[in-house]
């Protein structure tokens, strides 16, 4: 079992920056790529970003693509996701996510974590 807690969200005004953080316990030491995916209201949990579990290969979304920054820090067992030049469409529940198979899409995450709200206002 992993466990995941995400903090670092909250109200943050068009054009200004938020770095999430996911603690992550439990089977870390299982290889798991890791992810953050978000779900704005009313709408389907979308992929964000992920980093494989060495830490070497990175992927986002299109629209977050050059904004968003995911690292980790593999001693620490964190994630972060360094978001800036953030938009309003970017407001959503943030959460953190791990996977042994497809990090990219919601069926290949093993765990989850509960989720924090990030809020841009324009």
């Known amino acids: 079992q992993v466990q995941l807690v995400e903090s670092g969200g909250g109200l943050v005004q068009a054009g200004g920056s938020l770095r999430l953080s996911c603690a992550a316990s439990?089977?870390?030491?299982?290889?798991?790529?890791m992810g953050w995916f978000r779900q704005a209201a009313g709408k389907e949990r979308e992929f964000v970003a992920a980093?494989?579990?060495?830490?070497?290969?990175?992927y986002y979304k299109d629209s977050v693509n050059g904004r968003f920054d995911i690292s980790k820090d593999n001693a620490n067992n964190t994630v972060y996701l360094e978001m800036n030049n953030l938009k309003p469409e970017d407001t959503a529940v943030y959460y953190c996510?791990?996977?042994?198979?497809?990090?990219?899409?919601?069926?290949?995450?093993?765990?989850w974590g509960k989720g924090t709200l990030v809020t841009v206002s324009s």
């Open positions: 980093i494989d579990w060495i830490g070497g290969r990175r």
């Open positions: 439990g089977r870390t030491d299982s290889r798991y790529d």
């Open positions: 996510a791990a996977s042994s198979k497809v990090v990219t899409t919601v069926n290949g995450i093993d765990y």
